[in-house]
């Protein structure tokens, strides 16, 4: 079953916002309060983490090895011996002796960010498989942005030339 996310998007994209619904789930509200045919039931928010999961672990994966190879390492101890990628260039040219320390914080920076961001979504779903059966689960303000979060970086991403989203049907 597709989800209906084609008005959420326009909605979204008009300038509304995705809100907590008082009945559970979510919906997009404007300036005029809620906009019809923008209800996000819990299952279809479900389905919607599933394939956002997919899509960002895939992005996450090709990134961080694409982003290890272009950067490249330091050769044995440091040295430009065994060198690669744009480090190993660096170090042959005598422009750094060596990593420079905010490359590893960076590093560690962005680690933590998606480690976060990561955990968000866990708690996400659990809450969501959490719900019984032909019940709405009651979201909050922050989970309602972390998902339209979502749908808006779907939409950007099929926007921009990918394979269509089967969600968008």
């Known amino acids: 079953m597709p989800i209906p996310l084609i008005p959420v998007i326009y909605a979204l994209a008009a300038g509304g916002t995705l809100v907590p619904h008082a009945a559970g789930g979510l919906i997009v ?10 209800f996000l039931s819990t299952a279809a928010i479900n389905g919607l983490l599933a394939t956002a999961s997919t899509t960002l672990g895939a992005g996450a994966l090709y990134f961080s090895s694409a982003t290890a190879s272009i950067i490249g390492s330091a050769g044995i101890f440091g040295t430009t011996i065994g060198a690669s990628g744009i480090t190993g260039a660096l170090m042959s040219a005598g422009i750094i002796s060596s ?3 905010w490359v590893p914080i960076a590093v560690g920076g962005a680690a933590l ?3 976060y961001g990561g955990y968000r979504l866990l708690k996400l779903k659990q809450k969501i498989k959490a ?5 709405e689960a009651q979201f909050t303000e922050a989970e309602a942005k972390i998902i339209e979060n979502l749908i ?3 939409e950007k991403k099929d926007s921009q ?9």
């Not at 509200?29 to 923008?38: K, L, N």
């Not at 719900?131 to 019940?135: A, D, F, L, S």
């Not at 030339?161 to 049907?169: F, M």
């Open 161 to 169: 030339g990918a394979k269509p989203n089967k969600l968008v049907e």
């Open 152 to 154: 808006k970086h779907l």
């Open 113 to 115: 960010g998606c480690g």
């Open 99 to 101: 990593t420079p320390v």
């Open 131 to 135: 719900t019984p059966n032909g019940e």
């Open 29 to 38: 509200t404007g300036a005029g309060g809620y906009i019809a045919g923008t």
